[in-house]
């Protein structure tokens, strides 16, 4: 089973990208997680992405996708996948192609920009263990502070406001080209393509989501033999 989850920073992709990995088996690659990890190594990748997302820039396909690509060949991968965050542009998108892998669904997730704003510029970050807070949904124990060292909190530089304003504008550039792309794959039936309404409860949404993927897998798997 191999899955992309589509939609701007702050839609929900992640928590649904944890509920589709656990309930199926599959691992989750994110981009945003690689490019992190990367970012913590410091390494030449590292600061590289650093600065691009420093000014609220997208990283370059080439970087993105050649990292994508060793993920995706590591042996956990053989039974499937799920995408969280790629591909992002119509290059990326053929690269997938390009590779051969056939890909079973894709989710785009939508969510008005008003809300993104909230829910992103809300984040609060525990950079040692990666505890994620929340000002107004998941709020700290005490503000500013995480709730079992009690170091301070951050905010990650593509969280702030300008940057996440930048995000959103380069993502909507590319996204509905990218739309349109999957919807020329679906009529070909290569694929399904589903949109979620991201301001659902979560619960609701997983719901959702589960429904979409057990009435259609089996379909799709015979029109691929």
Known sequence: MRIILLGAPGTGKGTQSKFITEKYKIPQISTGDILREHIKLKNKIGKTVYKILKNGE????????????????????????????????????????????????????????ALILQRISGRRIHLPSGRTYHI???????????????EKLIIREDDKI???????ENYKKNNNMLI???????????LKLFQINGVKQPNIIKKEIQNIIENNFCVLQDSNL
């Open 162 to 168: 300008e940057s996440i304003q930048n995000r959103l």
């Open 58 to 113: 997208l990283v370059s396909d080439n970087i993105v996708c050649d990292l994508i690509y060793e993920r995706i060949n590591q042996k956990d991968c053989i039974k499937g996948f799920l995408l969280d965050g790629f591909p992002r542009t119509i290059k990326q998108a053929k690269y997938i192609s390009n590779l051969g892998i056939k890909i079973n669904f894709v989710f785009e997730f939508i969510v008005p920009d």
């Open 180 to 190: 349109k792309y999957y919807l020329k794959e679906e009529k070909l039936k290569k």
């Open 136 to 150: 107004h949904f998941n709020p700290p124990q005490q503000e500013g502070k995480d709730d079992i060292t009690k």
